[in-house]
Structures are given as C-alpha cells and as structure tokens.
C-alpha cells in the first residue's frame, strides 16, 4: 500500500486510508496505517531511531477516509483539545440499506461499548455505562432499496454512525456487525470519513481537506 498524503506541515500529517488497513496496530500484527507514516517519516527526513507520531482519532478496519495523525507533541497536544472540544469538523458518507423516514435529521443516542464483543448497544435513554451520542445526517441520493448519506459527527464514538444508522432502520451496506444482510466482497463497509477540518497547531489558518467516496458505491445507488 503506497501512501496518499493529504496534508502536511511540521506539527501534523493527513494520510487517506483504504479501507481493510488498520489505523493502529493491534494484537493481529498486521501492518498499519501508522506504521507506514512512521517509515514515511523515517525515510523522509532521515530521522534515525524511532519516530514520534501522535494518534488523534481512528477509522475502524473496514472503514476508509481522512486521518490527521500530529507529528509532533505539540501538534498532539493542540490538535486533541480540538478534538475534545468538537472544533474538528468531520463529515463522512456512506452507503445505507433502505431509505431514513426524514431526508435529513439528527440521531440522539446513548452508546454502551460491550467490550466483549466489540459492538456498541444503543439506548434510548441514559444507561448505567452510556454516552451521548449526537450525528446529523441528509439524503444525498436514494432508490427503492439504497440511500447515499452525509453524515457531520458532533460527538466521535467507536461505531457511533455504524450502530446510530443501523438503529434507525438502515445498516450501512456490508456491515454484517450491525445488521446488514451481506458483505462486501473486499470485506469493506460503505462508510468514508470524505472531509475533515480542523485549525494548525501554530498560528490561525484552517485547513480543509476532502476525498470523494469510493466509486463502487455507485452500482447501488444508480436507479
């Protein structure tokens, strides 16, 4: 896997991921995105030793799109407050069975991460455990059995789109996990993080970054 770089400056670094490439590495040993920034790094400026690289944030396995990752501890630092403080703006699409009652809305859940496995469970109201979870989603495109959907994060959860959307009625496609009726055949599930904004860790100026959602998605959507 070569990598896309989508932006770069002395404090942070934004790399696309393909989707079935893990963003850190886990107990699978498989290779990860932030290994192959590391050695980008590495190779780059010819850092001898080991190379700082702050994670911000995830994209789970089979998910694709934009990752911020600081270079910095400075960069980690500013750009995790941001974070915290939901000045990132992050905007993904995807590809859902069925079509939501509303072209447009807001989904206000509470999320339980069982741990066990690996699936959130969603609440109507505050559990014992739970978080708030908030996302505004609109129809951008549809049919009689696919909707193509923008969806702005206010809160970032583990699997707050993938169980949020699947609650309402319409899994996003190929995501088994949360209901969807078959896999995709690259083990991909149709859901892209296609922008993300967020402010440099030095000085004001914001950054604005986009990648389209995968061309596949296409087939499904076409009437």
Request: overall charge positive.
């Amino acid at each position: 896997m070569g990598l896309k770089i989508l932006y770069e400056d002395n404090h942070l670094i934004a790399v696309y991921k393909p989707a079935g490439i893990l963003t850190q590495a886990d107990k699978t040993g498989d290779v990860s995105l932030m290994d192959k920034v590391k050695l980008y790094l590495k190779e780059k400026y010819h850092k001898p030793g080991n190379v700082y690289l702050g994670l911000l944030h995830r994209l789970d396995r089979p998910v694709s799109g934009i990752v911020l990752f600081a270079k910095t501890s400075k960069g980690a630092s500013r750009l995790s407050a941001q974070f915290r403080h939901q000045t990132v703006k992050k905007i993904y699409h995807c590809l859902v069975r069925g079509r939501p009652k509303q072209v447009k809305g807001v989904l206000r859940n509470y999320l339980k991460k069982d741990e066990k496995r690996n699936k959130v469970i969603i609440y109507k109201n505050k559990q014992k455990g739970s978080e708030i979870a908030e996302l505004y989603y609109e129809v951008i495109d549809t049919n009689d059995n696919y909707s193509l959907l923008r969806v702005e994060l206010k809160t970032g959860k583990p699997h707050q789109i993938r169980s949020q959307l699947a609650y309402l009625g319409c899994p996003i496609v190929g995501d088994l996990k949360y209901g969807a009726p078959f896999a995709l055949a690259d083990k991909s599930i149709a859901l892209s993080a296609t922008q993300l904004s967020f402010q440099t860790a030095t000085g004001e100026k914001r950054i604005e970054l986009s990648v389209p959602a995968p061309l596949i998605w296409e087939k499904y959507i076409k009437k």
